[in-house]
DNA sequence: AATACAGCCTGGACGC
DNA sequence: TGCGTCCAGGCTGTAT
C-alpha cells in the first residue's frame, strides 16, 4: 500500500533511473478508467510528444512535470524558456506501481499505461485493482493546494499540528488519514505512530494535548523516516511490489501493530486488537493505548514522560 | 461538522 | 480440487 515513504522511494527511483529528460514517443492506455476524466484517446492525444522535465512528490501524489519543448542535449540551463505547461499526477491509490523497463520485456497483463519513451524504455503503469489514476492537469494546484501539510517538513511546526488537531473533534486516526489534515499518512503509519504514540486511535483529536501532539508528530516523523530508510512496506509473500525496480520494500520487519490482530504487543503482551475506524481496519494495543488520556501507561518511546 | 456508506476493483484466504 | 464468499483499502460523491 503505498503512502508517502512508497511514493518517494518510486520517485528518487525513477529519478535515479533517469527518467527527466526523456520523451513521450508514444502511449497506450489499457484500462480506461485509469486516465478519468479523460478518454484513453484523449489522454493520449495531449501526451505523446511531451518530456519528463520533473519528478516530485506531494501527499501520495506523484508529480511528473512535462514540456512541450524538445530536450535540448547541450549542457546547461537552455531551455529556460519552455513553458512547463502540464503535469502528469498519479496516484497509486492500493496497488498502482510504476516501472522503468525496456519495450523488449514481456508485458504484464495488469499494466493499465505503458509509455514508451524517446531511449526505447517503457514506463509502465502496472495496477492490479485498477484504483489507480492518471490526471493530465494544467493547474495541478487544484488538486494538490487542497492537500494538508507536509509531516516531514520542517517548517509544519508542533504548535501548528496542535492547533489543528483542536479545531477538529474527530477522531484522530480518521484525522490523521485524511489527505486535507495531514498528506501522506496511510492506514500502515497510522496505526504505528498511534501505537508507538500510546494514543487510541478512537481519541478525539481535542482531546490530545500539547505533549501528546508533541509525541505524536515526533512519532509519526520517526516512522516514516525509518520506513524512507527501508524503502517503504512491501506487504505478503506474494504480493506485488510497488518498487519500481522489483526490489521490495524491508519495513515490514519494523511493523509492530498493523496486521498483528490477535499477536502479543512486544511492550506489554496484550493481544493486539482490531477494531474499524473511519472504515478502515485499525490495529492497536488495548493497554498501551487506553481511550482514556492521562493514563498511567507510558509512551512507548524510551525517555519521555508520560504527562503531567 | 462529522460520519457513514456505496462504488471503484481484483486476488488471495477461507470454508465447505 | 473447486467453488462461492469475504476481505483488503484510498479516495470521491452523496446522504444523514
Known amino acids: 500500500m503505498p503512502e508517502l515513504p512508497e511514493v518517494q522511494t518510486i520517485v528518487d527511483d525513477l529519478a535515479a533511473a533517469g527518467l527527466v529528460g526523456r520523451r513521450i514517443a508514444s502511449c497506450e492506455v489499457l484500462w480506461h478508467n485509469t486516465v478519468r476524466p479523460l478518454s484513453p484517446t484523449e489522454f493520449h492525444h495531449r501526451i505523446i510528444g511531451l518530456r519528463f522535465a520533473s519528478l516530485a512528490r506531494r501527499g501520495k501524489y506523484i508529480l511528473f512535470g512535462l514540456e512541450s519543448k524538445p530536450a535540448s542535449t547541450g549542457e546547461g540551463p537552455q531551455g ?24 523488449e520485456e514481456a508485458p504484464d497483463p495488469h499494466n493499465r499505461a505503458v509509455f514508451t519513451l524517446d531511449d ?40 501548528n499540528f ?25 492506514n500502515i503509519y497510522c496505526d504505528e505512530a498511534l501505537y508507538i504514540s500510546g494514543i487510541h486511535p478512537l481519541r478525539k483529536s481535542d482531546s490530545i494535548s ?4 508533541d509525541l505524536l508528530l515526533a512519532t509519526i516523523r520517526e516512522v516514516l523516516t525509518a520506513a524512507l530508510k527501508n524503502r517503504g512496506t512491501s506487504l505478503g509473500d506474494g504480493e506485488t511490489n510497488y518498487i ?65
Open 210 to 213: 500539547a505533549k501528546e501532539a
Open 80 to 103: 529556460a524558456g519552455a513553458a512547463q505547461s502540464l503535469q502528469l499526477l498519479a496516484h497509486l491509490r492500493m496497488t498502482g506501481q510504476f516501472s522503468l523497463v525496456s519495450a
Open 162 to 186: 496542535y492547533a489543528a488537531l483542536r479545531r477538529h473533534k474527530r477522531r484522530i486516526k480518521a484525522l490523521l488519514l485524511d489527505q486535507h489534515f495531514l498528506a501522506g499518512l496511510g
Open 120 to 159: 526505447g524504455r517503457q514506463l509502465r503503469f502496472h495496477d492490479t485493482r485498477k484504483f489507480g489514476r492518471l490526471i493530465l492537469a494544467e493547474d495541478p494546484e487544484r488538486i494538490t493546494g487542497r492537500l494538508g501539510p507536509e509531516p516531514l517538513d520542517p517548517s509544519f511546526s508542533v504548535e
Open 244 to 308: 519500481s525496480d522489483g526490489r521490495r520494500g524491508e519495513n515490514g520487519r519494523a511493523l509492530q501493530v498493523y496486521g498483528r490482530k490477535g499477536q502479543k504487543c512486544a511492550r506489554c503482551g496484550s493481544s493486539i486488537e482490531k477494531i474499524y475506524v473511519a472504515q478502515r481496519g485499525s490495529h492497536f494495543c488495548p493497554s498501551c493505548q487506553p481511550l482514556k488520556p492521562n493514563n498511567p501507561v507510558s509512551p512507548a518511546r524510551s525517555g519521555v514522560d508520560p504527562g503531567e
